[in-house]
């Protein structure tokens, strides 16, 4: 495959997973309505009606955990998560490619890759015996939220190869393809997850 396909393909994927990861992230955000939602009913039904659910108050567990753990690759994509390198914001876009590259490939995909690899065993065997929870009146489908483990690996892990094309893109071809952004096609997304 000659370079110049090999780029468009690389840049092809990008522009795939990141339209994925933007819709899907949108769509995980409304959980954030649900858990608001089931956490008033909870307030209401402790201190209104001096009545409580166990499974309700679960739910509130169930529907944060779903919430951050498939939102985490979203978070990524949008470049929002928390960096520790002070220096990021200053540096030049190949600066911040190199770093993105390097920090793509030594950090993120090995432990994205770890914890798939050490959470797989963890995972079937709450499958296995169709794990619940440990109160009385509990949910049931404990081993279904430890799924979540996988998949957040899984996303992260897409958009990570994701971020990594980019950063091989901007420093290794020439002329950098243009890739879309949420300013190249005027989304507004800060503060809406």
Do not use: C
Not at 9 to 20: A, D, S, Y
Not at 41 to 59: K, T
Not at 177 to 184: F, G, N, Q, Y
């Amino acid at each position: 495959m000659p370079l110049s396909n090999f780029s468009q393909f690389l840049t092809q994927f990008v522009l795939m997973q990141n339209r994925f990861q933007k819709h899907f992230g949108k769509l995980v955000a409304w959980g954030s309505l649900s858990l608001v939602l089931i956490t008033a009913l909870v307030v209401i039904l402790r201190y209104g009606f001096n009545s409580g659910s166990i499974a309700l108050q679960e739910s509130i567990m169930y529907n944060h955990a779903i919430l951050f753990m498939l939102g985490i690759a979203y978070t990524y994509e949008q470049d929002k998560h928390v960096r520790v390198d002070v220096f990021y914001s200053q540096m030049h876009e190949n600066q911040k490619a190199w770093v993105n590259f390097l920090g793509t490939l030594l950090f993120a995909l090995p432990v994205m890759t770890f914890i798939i690899w050490s959470g797989w065993e963890y995972v079937s065997t709450s499958w296995q015996i169709r794990e619940a929870s440990g109160e009385a009146g509990g949910l049931a489908y404990l081993y279904m939220l430890k799924t979540l483990i996988i998949i957040m690996a899984g996303l992260v892990i897409l958009q990570s190869l994701a971020v990594l094309a980019k950063s091989g893109l901007t420093l290794f071809s020439d002329p950098h393809p243009r890739i879309e952004s949420d300013i190249d096609t005027d989304i507004e997304t800060e503060g809406k997850l």
